[in-house]
């Protein structure tokens, strides 16, 4: 090897020792916290600061999105020493879900893959899993409304949101897209897919899947089958990546919720989900969002969903920038639980993009 190589490489040495005696000091002061602490090890506000800084610190050359996957699993391996946490997502391994709760908790958190969305609300509320990531909305599809509708139900707490870029991948172990008798995968991703497959695969039968990892645990199984579903089903399945990014929308993105037994503290920039409903009358919405508008709350999602208490009634859920604790959003809430008929505070937590 040549000198100046070699030369580089033993800095690089030097500054790995450097790091690792840092990260173990690091590693022990987060022990400290912990044996202090009395509550939730879990602190959202707390680890969105710290990202937060350490980007507007950052002078590259590594991006700030590598920045903050290298920090989230330091603070993840940091969190493991003051408690190991078991997160509950919509399974099996390999869905979106599960990448979405790498993405917040990184890969020193225990996960657990649920059957369906429900089973991890079940799972958090039971105190199987210390905290659930379930689908709340994607750019393309819309709402997800079985997760709007328990959360309606559950004691449980929104402690964060996930945002996460949707790259779907066509995975096949044939040659050529001729080959391709028949795709599984599940119905919003072959929603989220329909020019795509209306141009390169027509002729392919669509059958859908519980998951997309389902869809690639099916396609593995069978000459002839493809899947469309993550990279990351198609590498725990043994399946090729045939064709990438085939979604429609390059911005596609899903959002997920955190779901635990509290919500966050105040972070400096957050959010606050809630669900409310008005008496049937002309202008009821319109009075019961008056108090955020005359406040300049911002409202960052509106989403109505049948009641399921009598036909034609509504519920709205409604995002608003702030935290429920600071004062302008604390009156405004106030004054929105005196007009509503109902209002359940979902819970505050950090906005995911800063
Ligand atoms: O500051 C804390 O409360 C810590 O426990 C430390 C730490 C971290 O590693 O930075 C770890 C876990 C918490 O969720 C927040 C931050």
């Not at 959202?44 to 610190?57: D, G, H, N, T, Y």
């Not at 519920?315 to 005196?338: C, M, N, S, W």
Request: neutral net charge; contains cysteine; proline residues 5%.
């Amino acid at each position: 090897m040549s000198e100046p190589i070699n030369e580089l490489r033993s800095r690089i040495d030097a500054l790995d020792a450097e790091l690792l005696k840092l990260l173990n000091q690091r590693a022990q002061l987060a022990r400290e916290i912990g044996r202090l602490k009395n509550g939730a090890v879990y602190r959202p506000e707390r680890e969105a600061q710290v990202l937060r800084r350490l980007k507007q610190l950052n002078g590259g050359p590594l991006s700030a999105e590598v920045v903050e996957r290298l920090f989230v699993e330091i603070i993840s391996a940091c969190r493991a020493l003051e408690q190991p946490l078991t997160v509950a997502y919509l399974g099996p391994e390999g869905t979106f879900s599960e990448e979405s709760a790498i993405k917040r908790f990184g890969s020193s958190a225990e996960r657990m893959p649920c059957p369906s969305i429900d089973e991890v609300f079940r799972a958090v509320e039971s105190r199987h899993a210390h905290y659930g990531v379930v689908p709340v909305e994607n750019s393309t599809e819309g709402a997800v409304g079985r997760t709007l509708d328990l959360l309606l139900q559950t004691p449980l707490k929104v402690c964060g949101e996930i945002m996460l870029q949707v790259h779907q991948t066509l995975l096949f172990n044939g040659d050529s897209l001729a080959e391709v008798k028949r795709v599984y995968s599940h119905p919003q991703s072959f929603a989220q897919c329909q020019q795509w497959l209306a141009s390169n695969l027509r002729h392919a039968e669509r059958v859908t899947a519980p998951s997309n990892a389902e869809a690639a645990r099916l396609a593995s199984g069978e000459p002839g089958a493809a899947a469309i579903a993550s990279r990351r089903a198609g590498s725990r399945f043994q399946l090729k990546v045939f064709v990438e990014n085939i979604e429609d929308d390059p911005r596609n993105t899903t959002r997920f919720l955190v779901i635990g037994p509290e919500d966050a503290g105040i972070s400096g920039n957050d959010k606050t989900s809630l669900v409310m409903s008005a008496t049937n009358r002309p202008g009821a919405m319109r009075d019961l969002l008056e108090p955020f508008a005359r406040r300049q709350i911002d409202l960052t999602r509106l989403e109505s969903r049948p009641s399921r208490t009598g036909l034609w009634e509504y519920v709205f859920y409604v995002d608003i920038k702030g935290h429920r604790e600071e004062p302008q959003v604390a009156t405004a809430l106030a004054e929105v639980g005196e007009k509503a008929s109902l209002l359940k505070i979902l819970g505050s937590y950090p906005c995911a993009r800063d």
